[in-house]
């Protein structure tokens, strides 16, 4: 079909005008940029070893100590750490931590008898102390923790006036032992002469309805298989004093019962309060 003179022109002056509006509209309007979102790190959780020992601390994103020029990793100069409740003093902390990282290991150092109120509260020593690789600074936000429980965790020693006069029957000269956190104990007993005598095995602690009693039972392995029970208490003095008793339930012997809470310490039947054992607690880090 053949268009006219005038329809053409009409077809042409529509194609102009709109390649115009369309440069105006380029002009007029550019494109706009996204705003530039600022993510800035944070604690994203904590978690605590069972013995209270070690806390990991696990940030939303890679971060680093501050510094204007340099990549640093986070230290005990960035975090601030208080430790509020319970009865125990936290003495130090020791922070690893690699540059760009968002894990962090603190070693804790804690005296006194952790009874389990401990609220352990970590922040940024300031408002710029913890940053990204974007120098995006940490705010001055707590992350709080409560501490384990230990009971009887940690490595004990009795001497002298400390040993019970049933173990001085035995001409011991000194008793040492050693609770671990992996439910692992040592029992090492040095008579006269230096002769000792070992004894390992596993343990289960649980506190009993007796406030500050303890209820203790040991499955021992080495060097033969027998299961003590008994209980024990803590004394938060400068060391830690360890009140303990305990009786071998099997094979029964008899004439020995176990100790129970309810009755004291001096409840174990035959031996009576000759088989009240005195431990100081002795730190090995």
């Known amino acids: 079909m053949k268009l006219s003179y005038n329809t053409l022109k009409f077809i042409l002056f529509l ?3 709109f390649s115009m509006f369309t440069c105006t509209k380029e002009e007029v309007d550019p494109p706009v940029d996204p705003p530039v979102v600022i993510v800035k ?7 605590l070893s069972i013995d209270s020992k070690l806390l990991t601390i696990y940030f939303s994103q890679g971060v680093y ?3 204007k020029d340099e990549q640093l990793p986070v230290g005990n100069s960035h975090l601030d750490f208080e430790l509020t409740g319970g009865e125990a003093i936290l003495d130090s902390i020791d922070i690893t931590h690699i540059a760009g ?3 962090a290991l603190v070693e804790l150092y804690i005296s006194g008898v952790i009874d389990g109120n401990e609220v352990l509260k970590v922040r940024s020593v300031n408002d710029s102390s913890v940053m990204n690789q974007q120098h995006h600074y940490m705010d001055i936000a707590v992350k709080s923790i409560y501490l384990n429980e230990t009971g009887i965790f940690g490595f004990w020693i009795s001497t002298d006036t400390n040993l019970s006069p049933l173990f001085q029957q035995f001409n011991f000269d000194s008793v040492v032992m050693e609770y671990k956190a992996d439910g692992t104990y040592t029992f090492e007993t040095i008579k006269t002469g230096s002769i000792h005598n070992y004894l390992s095995g596993t343990y289960v602690q649980s506190n009993s309805t007796v ?9 021992q392995q080495l060097p033969v298989v027998s299961t003590m029970e008994g209980i024990f208490s803590l004394q938060n003095t400068t060391p830690i004093v360890l009140k303990y008793e305990t009786v071998q339930t099997m094979p029964e012997v008899q004439g020995l019962t176990a100790p129970t809470p309810q009755e004291g310490f001096g409840s174990s039947g035959l031996f009576g309060e000759e088989n009240i054992q005195t431990f100081i607690k002795v730190a090995l880090n």
């Open 15 to 17: 194609a102009f005008a």
């Open 41 to 47: 790190p944070k604690i994203d959780s904590m978690s």
């Open 65 to 67: 100590g501050y510094s």
């Open 101 to 103: 990282d968002s894990v």
């Open 211 to 219: 406030e500050g009693i303890w209820l203790i039972t040991l499955n």
